[in-house]
C-alpha cells in the first residue's frame, strides 16, 4: 500500500513448523469469522492443525460447513456481530481465542453513497467491538483471553480508490491497540495482523487499483496464519506478514509529506492507467 522503499523489519512470519505448540492452543476454543474461504479458512485451518478446537463461522453457510468439515470443526454460519453466544456453546461454554476476521471490502471515494460507508464501518469495526463487549467479561473474570484482528496494511497506511475501506480499517487497528493498551494487565492478548495484498476474492475485488498496489507482492493465506501464529508464540501485538510495511509505517510518521507526496505519485499513476482502458 505504499510505493516508498525502505529497510526492511524482521517481524513477520520467522517460518514456524506446524507441529510446533503455540502458546497452548492445543485444546483452546478458537472462533474464526470471516472463514468460509480466504485468510479465514486459512486460520481456521491452522488453529486446527495445531490441536484447537475449532468455530467456523462465515455469512456463506455453505462454505461455512465445507471448512468445518474439512478440518474436523463446528459450523456456526451467520453475521459475525450476533453469534458469540452461539460459538461459545458450541465450545462448550469458553471462547480462547476469537478472530475477528470477517471483513468487508468497499471501494470507492469520499462520494461513496452513505450507506457504502455505514456498511464498512459496521463490519470492520463494530463487529469487532459487539464481539469484544460480549467476549471481555469472561476474559477479564478469568485473567486470560485473546483478540485477533484481521486489518490490513490499509489500517497502518492506506489504500488507494477505497475511501471507506481505507477509514474503517484504520479504525480496526485503533480499537485493536486501545484493547491491547486498556487491557493487556488483565491478562488480554491482543494481535492486529496487517498484510498487504493476499490471493484471495478481496484482492480480485480490489479491481485495478489492487493491481496495481497488491498483487505484485500478494502472498497466500496460509502465510497470514503462519504469521499470526509467530505473533503469538511471541506474544507480538503487531503482525506484519509482509515485514517491509513496518518501515512503510515508520516513513508514514517520520516524514509525511515524502510519504503522501508518493501515495499521490501512486494515484495518479492509478488515474493515468484507469483514463486508458
Not at 10 to 27: C, I, K, P, Q, V
Not at 255 to 269: F, K
Request: net charge negative; with cysteine; charged share 20%.
Amino acid at each position: 500500500m505504499n510505493a516508498d522503499t525502505s529497510s526492511a523489519d524482521t517481524s513477520g512470519s520467522a517460518g514456524r513448523g506446524a507441529g510446533e505448540d503455540a502458546d497452548g492452543l492445543r485444546g483452546a476454543g478458537v472462533v474464526v469469522t470471516g472463514a468460509g474461504g480466504g485468510i479465514g479458512a486459512a486460520l481456521a485451518r491452522r488453529f486446527a492443525a495445531e490441536g484447537a478446537r475449532v468455530v467456523v463461522n462465515d455469512l456463506d453457510a455453505a462454505r461455512t460447513k465445507a471448512v468445518a468439515e474439512e478440518i474436523g470443526a463446528v459450523a456456526v454460519p451467520g453475521d459475525a456481530s450476533s453469534v458469540v453466544d452461539e460459538a461459545r456453546e458450541a465450545l462448550g461454554g469458553t471462547v480462547d481465542v476469537w478472530c475477528a476476521n470477517a471483513g468487508l471490502s468497499s471501494p470507492g471515494d469520499v462520494f461513496a453513497d452513505e450507506d457504502v460507508w455505514a456498511a464498512a464501518w459496521d463490519v470492520n469495526v463494530m463487529a469487532h467491538v459487539r464481539a469484544a463487549r460480549a467476549l471481555l467479561p469472561d476474559w477479564l473474570e478469568r485473567g486470560s483471553g485473546r483478540f485477533v484482528s484481521t486489518v490490513s496494511a490499509a489500517g497502518l497506511l492506506t489504500m488507494i480508490g477505497a475511501a471507506p475501506y481505507s477509514v474503517s480499517k484504520h479504525g480496526a487497528y485503533a480499537f485493536a491497540e486501545w484493547l491491547s493498551l486498556t487491557y493487556r494487565h488483565r491478562g488480554l492478548q491482543v494481535h492486529a495482523i496487517c498484510p498487504q495484498g493476499v490471493r484471495t476474492d478481496m484482492l480480485t475485488a480490489a479491481g485495478t487499483a489492487g493491481e496495481l498496489v497488491l498483487a505484485p507482492t500478494a502472498i497466500e493465506p496460509e502465510d497470514v496464519a503462519d504469521a499470526l501464529l509467530d505473533a503469538i508464540a511471541a506474544d507480538r501485538f503487531l503482525v506484519l506478514p509482509h515485514p517491509e510495511v513496518a518501515g512503510y509505517y515508520r516513513n508514514r510518521a517520520t516524514d509525511p509529506e515524502r510519504w503522501l507526496g508518493t501515495m499521490n505519485h501512486v494515484q495518479r499513476a492509478w488515474e493515468a492507467g484507469t483514463r486508458q482502458e
